[in-house]
C-alpha cells in the first residue's frame, strides 16, 4: 500500500471537469485508489467521479491519496502528478467564455 | 389500496375547487421534477432494479449523442462538461448506493436518485468556494435527466386511478404534468383560493383543499382519503360507512348538476330579456372541448402562461404558440377568443433557482415584464396576429397601470404586422387590443384608457387584492377579502361607466364572475358579459335566466348607499334569497350533506 499527501493547487479546485480526468486516469489501474481529505476526514474513490465531487475540494485543500494493488507505485505517482500539475491548465481553458 | 385499521381522522382546510374525491393518498414533492415516493412490493424490487438500468442506459446514449453533436458544432473542448455527465452515469458507486436505497427501503427508483443525489447536493451546499458550489448543478443536471428518462414523456401514466395528490404547495407546473382522469382530488399544505393552480382545479374539476395545517404529519403516502372542496375538508382513513355516505352525495351533486347541464342550449338572458355573454376562462389548450360541452359564447380569457410553463422550449417556439391561439381560435368561431398576453412574475419564469422577490405582487410581472422582455413579447404578438388569420381573436394586456403601456404595446403590434407582412405571411394586422382592468390605477384612469383600448377586462381576484390590500392566500387576513366590499363595487361602477362612455365592452373575467351572488351583483352594476370556468357556466345560465334586471339594478343601487361589505353581502343575500337559494345554494348544501 503507498500512501501520499497532496495539496489541491489549481484555483478551481476538483470540479467536474478536473474530476473527470481524475476518474479517467485512476481506470487505467487496477490498485484501489482512496482520497482522503485532512480535513475533515471525507473519504472517495478516486474511481468515482461522484465520489470526488463530493469531497467538495477546494484550491488548498489537502489531501491523501491512498493506493493499494499491483500497480500502486505507478498508479500513486501519476494520479498525484495531474492533480498537482495537470489541472491548472484546465481551469484557462475553463475561464473562456 | 392500503388496508388500514386506524381511526379516520378529519383535517380541516379551506376549500378551493368543489367536489367529493374519493382516493388513494401520492405525495408529490413541489420542486425539481416532480417526484414521486412510491412504495414498491418486495417482489417489484426486481423490476424496478431493471426499470433503474434502463433509465441509465437511455440517459447514456442520450448524453452521447448530445456529445458526439457537440463536438461536432464546436469541437472537443466544449463537449468536455458532457464527459463529466457520461462519467456520473457510469458511476458504480453512485448506481450502488441507488441500488441499496430501491431494495432496503423499498421505494420506485425516482425517489432512490432523488435521495442519494440530494445527499452529494447537501454537501455541495456547504462550499464556501463559490464557483466549486456552483458546480453542484451538474449533479442536479444528471438527477434530472435519470428521473425525466424515468419517467419518460408520460410522467402522470405513473399515477393510478383515483389517486389524491398531496403537496406542500400546488404549482401550476405541476397540474399540467398531471392526468386529470387519474387525480380525483388535490391537497396542500398552503396556499390559497387565488393560487393558479387552484384556479386549474376548478377548471379541470379537480375537487381540492389547501391551507391543511398538519397535512404532512398525518397523512402517508398511500392512505385511503375523502377530499371535500365544498367543506373544505380532508378525511384520512374513512371507514367503510363513511366511504358509502360521501358516494351518495357524489351521486347526488352529479344528477342536480346534470339536471342544469341539460339546459346549456338555452339562450342566456334574464327574465326580463337582457342579453348576457357567458365566456369561459381556460388555461389549457385541451380544455377547448369544454366551451361547446358547457355552452360557452368563446373564450373570454384564456391565460397563455401555462403554454409557456409546459412548453420543451422556453419560451415556446412562435410555431407552437400560433398552432395553439388558432386551435383556439378555429374552436370558437364567430364568438372569438380573448388571449391575455404572458401574465407572469420573472421569478415564476426562472423557476425555482431566482431570487425570491419582497414583494412578487409589486414587482416585475404581466405586460411590465413583456415590456422589458421585447422578444419573447414580439414572438407572441406574432403567433397571435398570425392565428387571427383563422379566427376572431382579442388581445388583452394584463396589469396595465398607465396608457404608455398600451400605447407601447400597440407600437409593438403594428411593428409585428409589418414584419409579417414583409414575409409575406397571412394575419390579421387588425385586432382588438383591450386592457385588464385589476390595479386601482388603471380604475382611476378608465377614462383614459377607455378612449385608447378597444376592451375592457375586469379581472376582480388582483384588483380585489390591489384594492383591499389583502392577500386572500394569507389565512390571518383571509377573511378582509371581500368582493362585495363597498369599494370593489365603486371600483367596478366607475369602469363600467367609463367603457360605456366611450362605447367599448366591459367583460369580467375574474372568479367573481363565477359566483352567483357576486355575479348577479355585477350584472346590476351594468355588466353584461361574464367569464368563468367552463363548469360553472350552466349554473350560472339558470341562474340569470331566473332574474329580472330590473330588480337586480334596484337591489344594486341601494347596496352602493351601505358603507360595509357586511351590510351590502346581508342585503344582496337577502333580496335574491329565492333565487339564489333554490338553485345554487342547494346544489352546495346538499353536496355538503346536511
Known sequence: MQRRTLLVKNRLGL????????????????????????????????KSILSILALAATQGTALVLTASGEDE?????????????QLEEDDEREREP | MKENHEAPRRLRGLGVSPGIGIGTIVHLSSRG?????????????????????????????????????????????????????LLMLEDQQLIEDITSIIRTQQVNAEWAIKVVMDRILAIYADVKDDYLRERGSDIEDVAHRLITTLQGDHRHRWLLPETILA???????????????????????TGGWTSHAAIIARGLGIPAVVGIEGLHEEMAA??????????GELILNPTEDLIAQYRERQAESERLWCAVRDRVRLPTVTRDG???????????????????????????????????????TMPPSEHVQFATYRRLAEACGQDGVTIRTLDWAESESAADDAEPETNPALGLRAIRYSLQAPELFRIQLRAILRAAFYGRIRVVLPLVSSVTEIRRARELLQAVARELDEEDLPHQADIPVGVMIEVPAAVFIADALAAEADF?????????????????????????????HPAVLCAVKKTVEAAAAAHIPVEVCGEMAAEPLHALALIGLGVRRLSMAPKAIPLMKDVIRSVDLALLEDAVERALKLVTAEDVERLLQEEWADVLSERYLTNYTTAEGG
Open chain 1, 15 to 46: 470540479h467536474a471537469r478536473a474530476a473527470a480526468k481524475i476518474v479517467r486516469l485512476s481506470n487505467q489501474f487496477k490498485s484501489e485508489l482512496i482520497l482522503q481529505r485532512c480535513d475533515n476526514g471525507r473519504r472517495g474513490d478516486a
Open chain 1, 73 to 85: 507505485d505507478l498508479a500513486i505517482r501519476q494520479v498525484i502528478h495531474l492533480i498537482e500539475h
Open chain 2, 33 to 85: 421534477p416532480h417526484v414521486f415516493r412510491m412504495r414498491i412490493a418486495p417482489h417489484q424490487v426486481e423490476e424496478e432494479l431493471r426499470r433503474l438500468a434502463m433509465a441509465f442506459d437511455k440517459a447514456r446514449q442520450q448524453l452521447a449523442q448530445m456529445k458526439a453533436k457537440l463536438e461536432q458544432a464546436l469541437g472537443r473542448d466544449h463537449a468536455y462538461i458532457l464527459d463529466a455527465h
Open chain 2, 167 to 189: 403537496t406542500e404547495q400546488m404549482l401550476p407546473s405541476m397540474m399540467i404534468e398531471l392526468d386529470p382522469d387519474a387525480v380525483v382530488g388535490l391537497v396542500a399544505r
Open chain 2, 222 to 231: 398511500g392512505m385511503l382519503a375523502i377530499v371535500d372542496g365544498h367543506a
Open chain 2, 274 to 312: 337582457t342579453p348576457i355573454t357567458l365566456r369561459a376562462n381556460i388555461e389549457l389548450p385541451s380544455e377547448v372541448d369544454a366551451i361547446e360541452q358547457y355552452g360557452a359564447q368563446g373564450v373570454g380569457l384564456f391565460r397563455t402562461q401555462y403554454l409557456f410553463l409546459s412548453s420543451h
Open chain 2, 456 to 484: 375592457f377586462s375586469l379581472g376582480t381576484n388582483d384588483l380585489i387584492q390591489y384594492l383591499l390590500a389583502v392577500d386572500r392566500d394569507d389565512s390571518r387576513v383571509a377573511h378582509l377579502y371581500r368582493p362585495l
